[in-house]
Protein backbone atom coordinates (compact mmCIF):
# COMPACT_ATOMS: atom_id res chain seq x y z
CA UNK A 1 0.00 0.00 0.00
CA UNK A 2 1.29 3.25 -0.83
CA UNK A 3 1.38 5.63 2.38
CA UNK A 4 2.55 8.00 4.68
CA UNK A 5 2.38 7.50 8.30
CA UNK A 6 3.64 10.25 10.96
CA UNK A 7 3.84 9.53 14.84
CA UNK A 8 5.94 11.19 17.20
CA UNK A 9 3.26 14.12 18.21
CA UNK A 10 2.15 14.17 21.83
CA UNK A 11 1.67 16.96 24.45
CA UNK A 12 5.15 19.14 25.46
CA UNK A 13 5.63 22.01 27.78
CA UNK A 14 6.96 25.12 26.26
CA UNK A 15 10.25 25.42 25.85
CA UNK A 16 10.75 21.61 24.87
CA UNK A 17 11.48 19.52 22.31
CA UNK A 18 9.53 16.62 20.01
CA UNK A 19 10.64 14.83 17.25
CA UNK A 20 8.11 13.64 14.75
CA UNK A 21 8.42 11.28 12.10
CA UNK A 22 7.25 10.43 8.57
CA UNK A 23 8.17 6.30 6.84
CA UNK A 24 6.76 5.95 3.44
CA UNK A 25 5.65 2.44 1.96
CA UNK A 26 4.84 0.90 -1.71
CA UNK A 27 6.51 3.91 -3.61
CA UNK A 28 10.55 4.79 -4.06
CA UNK A 29 10.78 7.21 -0.79
CA UNK A 30 14.45 8.60 -2.46
CA UNK A 31 12.68 9.85 -5.61
CA UNK A 32 10.81 12.73 -3.65
CA UNK A 33 10.61 15.51 -1.85
CA UNK A 34 8.95 15.59 1.56
CA UNK A 35 7.53 18.44 2.79
CA UNK A 36 5.96 18.91 6.77
CA UNK A 37 2.68 21.01 6.49
CA UNK A 38 0.84 21.95 10.36
CA UNK A 39 -2.86 22.87 10.90
CA UNK A 40 -4.51 24.22 13.55
CA UNK A 41 -7.80 22.83 14.26
CA UNK A 42 -10.24 24.59 12.13
CA UNK A 43 -7.51 26.47 10.34
CA UNK A 44 -6.11 26.06 6.78
CA UNK A 45 -3.12 24.58 5.82
CA UNK A 46 0.38 26.15 6.71
CA UNK A 47 3.77 24.90 4.86
CA UNK A 48 6.46 24.24 7.63
CA UNK A 49 9.66 22.78 6.04
CA UNK A 50 10.55 20.68 3.49
CA UNK A 51 13.87 18.48 2.03
CA UNK A 52 14.99 17.49 -1.05
CA UNK A 53 15.50 13.72 -2.26
CA UNK A 54 19.13 13.69 -1.26
CA UNK A 55 19.11 16.06 1.21
CA UNK A 56 20.87 19.06 -0.30
CA UNK A 57 18.00 21.10 -0.64
CA UNK A 58 16.14 22.31 2.61
CA UNK A 59 13.30 24.73 3.25
CA UNK A 60 11.44 26.56 6.83
CA UNK A 61 8.57 29.11 7.04
CA UNK A 62 10.44 31.74 8.99
CA UNK A 63 8.57 31.25 12.53
CA UNK A 64 10.17 28.07 12.71
CA UNK A 65 13.78 29.12 11.82
CA UNK A 66 16.34 28.42 13.89
CA UNK A 67 14.42 26.19 16.32
CA UNK A 68 13.15 23.59 14.19
CA UNK A 69 15.33 20.86 12.06
CA UNK A 70 14.48 18.43 8.71
CA UNK A 71 16.20 16.06 7.84
CA UNK A 72 15.38 12.27 5.84
CA UNK A 73 17.21 8.67 6.24
CA UNK A 74 16.41 7.42 3.19
CA UNK A 75 17.54 3.98 3.88
CA UNK A 76 14.70 3.86 6.74
CA UNK A 77 12.42 5.82 3.96
CA UNK A 78 11.75 8.17 6.43
CA UNK A 79 11.83 11.87 7.12
CA UNK A 80 12.12 13.92 10.47
CA UNK A 81 11.37 17.22 11.85
CA UNK A 82 13.06 18.09 15.53
CA UNK A 83 11.19 20.41 16.71
CA UNK A 84 13.22 22.69 19.80
CA UNK A 85 11.60 25.71 21.74
CA UNK A 86 8.35 24.92 21.18
CA UNK A 87 5.71 27.56 21.25
CA UNK A 88 1.54 27.15 22.08
CA UNK A 89 1.54 28.75 18.39
CA UNK A 90 3.24 25.70 17.03
CA UNK A 91 -0.31 23.45 18.32
CA UNK A 92 -1.60 21.69 15.73
CA UNK A 93 -2.07 18.43 13.73
CA UNK A 94 1.70 17.98 11.84
CA UNK A 95 1.43 16.11 8.37
CA UNK A 96 3.98 14.85 5.90
CA UNK A 97 3.45 14.95 2.56
CA UNK A 98 4.97 13.61 -0.95
CA UNK A 99 6.64 15.55 -3.65
CA UNK A 100 6.17 18.87 -5.02
CA UNK A 101 2.32 18.74 -5.67
CA UNK A 102 2.45 17.06 -2.22
CA UNK A 103 0.17 13.61 -3.89
CA UNK A 104 0.10 11.56 -0.71
CA UNK A 105 -0.38 12.74 2.57
CA UNK A 106 -0.37 11.17 6.12
CA UNK A 107 -2.59 10.22 8.31
CA UNK A 108 -1.35 13.29 10.64
CA UNK A 109 -0.17 13.33 14.17
CA UNK A 110 -0.89 16.17 17.17
CA UNK A 111 1.27 18.31 18.74
CA UNK A 112 0.13 20.24 21.65
CA UNK A 113 2.20 22.58 23.37
CA UNK A 114 1.19 23.33 26.78
CA UNK A 115 2.10 23.92 30.27
CA UNK B 1 7.09 33.76 -3.31
CA UNK B 2 3.53 33.40 -4.61
CA UNK B 3 0.55 33.93 -3.02
CA UNK B 4 -2.79 31.63 -3.73
CA UNK B 5 -6.23 33.65 -2.67
CA UNK B 6 -9.41 31.42 -2.53
CA UNK B 7 -12.53 32.49 -1.35
CA UNK B 8 -13.69 31.20 1.64
CA UNK B 9 -16.69 29.59 0.94
CA UNK B 10 -18.91 28.45 -1.45
CA UNK B 11 -22.35 26.17 -1.91
CA UNK B 12 -24.25 24.54 -4.10
CA UNK B 13 -27.12 22.19 -4.07
CA UNK B 14 -26.82 17.93 -4.60
CA UNK B 15 -26.57 16.89 -8.04
CA UNK B 16 -25.82 20.62 -9.43
CA UNK B 17 -21.60 21.76 -10.27
CA UNK B 18 -20.05 24.21 -8.60
CA UNK B 19 -16.49 25.73 -10.04
CA UNK B 20 -13.99 26.71 -7.28
CA UNK B 21 -11.32 29.61 -7.88
CA UNK B 22 -7.54 30.08 -6.93
CA UNK B 23 -5.58 32.96 -8.06
CA UNK B 24 -2.39 33.09 -8.40
CA UNK B 25 -0.28 36.34 -7.50
CA UNK B 26 0.99 39.25 -9.82
CA UNK B 27 4.47 37.66 -11.03
CA UNK B 28 3.60 34.59 -10.63
CA UNK B 29 0.55 33.40 -12.94
CA UNK B 30 2.02 30.83 -15.25
CA UNK B 31 2.66 28.70 -12.06
CA UNK B 32 1.39 24.87 -11.58
CA UNK B 33 -0.88 24.33 -8.76
CA UNK B 34 -2.33 21.18 -7.16
CA UNK B 35 -5.80 20.86 -5.61
CA UNK B 36 -6.42 18.87 -2.08
CA UNK B 37 -9.82 18.05 -0.60
CA UNK B 38 -9.92 18.07 3.22
CA UNK B 39 -13.32 16.34 4.39
CA UNK B 40 -14.05 16.94 8.38
CA UNK B 41 -12.16 15.50 10.95
CA UNK B 42 -10.04 13.85 7.86
CA UNK B 43 -6.27 14.44 6.71
CA UNK B 44 -6.15 16.51 3.50
CA UNK B 45 -6.17 14.31 0.18
CA UNK B 46 -4.66 14.94 -3.38
CA UNK B 47 -6.88 15.75 -5.85
CA UNK B 48 -4.92 17.00 -8.66
CA UNK B 49 -2.66 18.86 -10.30
CA UNK B 50 -3.53 21.89 -12.72
CA UNK B 51 -0.83 23.51 -15.02
CA UNK B 52 -1.65 26.93 -16.62
CA UNK B 53 -2.71 25.54 -20.04
CA UNK B 54 -5.37 23.85 -17.84
CA UNK B 55 -3.57 20.59 -18.19
CA UNK B 56 -4.00 18.21 -15.24
CA UNK B 57 -3.49 14.82 -14.00
CA UNK B 58 -5.61 13.51 -11.24
CA UNK B 59 -5.20 11.52 -8.39
CA UNK B 60 -5.72 7.49 -8.31
CA UNK B 61 -9.35 7.28 -7.61
CA UNK B 62 -10.50 10.73 -7.94
CA UNK B 63 -13.92 10.86 -9.54
CA UNK B 64 -14.93 11.44 -12.84
CA UNK B 65 -17.03 13.86 -11.81
CA UNK B 66 -13.80 16.38 -10.44
CA UNK B 67 -12.43 18.14 -13.06
CA UNK B 68 -9.40 21.48 -13.67
CA UNK B 69 -8.83 24.39 -15.82
CA UNK B 70 -7.19 27.25 -15.76
CA UNK B 71 -7.67 31.06 -17.37
CA UNK B 72 -4.66 33.59 -16.74
CA UNK B 73 -3.86 33.63 -13.07
CA UNK B 74 -6.96 31.40 -12.01
CA UNK B 75 -7.28 27.90 -11.44
CA UNK B 76 -10.08 26.27 -11.35
CA UNK B 77 -11.71 23.13 -9.66
CA UNK B 78 -14.78 22.25 -11.20
CA UNK B 79 -16.72 19.41 -9.47
CA UNK B 80 -20.11 17.75 -11.12
CA UNK B 81 -23.15 16.14 -10.11
CA UNK B 82 -22.10 17.09 -6.34
CA UNK B 83 -22.72 14.41 -3.62
CA UNK B 84 -22.65 14.95 -0.67
CA UNK B 85 -19.56 13.54 0.46
CA UNK B 86 -18.10 16.53 -1.44
CA UNK B 87 -18.42 18.66 1.47
CA UNK B 88 -15.22 19.09 2.42
CA UNK B 89 -12.59 21.86 2.20
CA UNK B 90 -10.59 22.60 -1.16
CA UNK B 91 -7.26 24.06 -0.68
CA UNK B 92 -4.71 25.02 -4.03
CA UNK B 93 -1.40 24.67 -3.31
CA UNK B 94 1.66 26.06 -5.38
CA UNK B 95 5.66 25.23 -5.06
CA UNK B 96 9.10 26.62 -5.60
CA UNK B 97 12.77 25.07 -5.91
CA UNK B 98 11.21 21.78 -5.08
CA UNK B 99 11.36 22.64 -1.13
CA UNK B 100 8.93 25.63 -0.73
CA UNK B 101 4.96 25.33 -0.58
CA UNK B 102 2.63 27.98 -0.52
CA UNK B 103 -1.21 27.43 -0.06
CA UNK B 104 -4.45 28.94 -0.53
CA UNK B 105 -6.67 30.10 2.80
CA UNK B 106 -9.04 26.87 1.46
CA UNK B 107 -12.97 26.96 0.15
CA UNK B 108 -15.14 25.40 2.35
CA UNK B 109 -17.91 23.67 0.78
CA UNK B 110 -21.25 23.04 1.63
CA UNK B 111 -24.09 20.93 -0.45
CA UNK B 112 -27.09 21.97 -0.02
Known amino acids: EVQLVESGGGLVQPGRSLTLSCTGSGFRFDDYAIHWVRQVPGKGLEWVSG????????AYVDSVKGRFSISRDNAKNSAYLQMNSLRPEDTAFYYCAKGDASDLWGQGTLVTVSS | QPVLTQSSSASASLGSSVKLTCTLSSGHTTYMIAWHQQQPGKAPRYLMR???????KKGSGVPDRFSGSSSGADRYLTISNLQSEDEAAYFC??????????FGGGTKLTVL
Open chain 1, 51 to 58: ISWNSRSI
Open chain 2, 50 to 56: LEGGGIY
Open chain 2, 93 to 102: ETWEDNTQKV
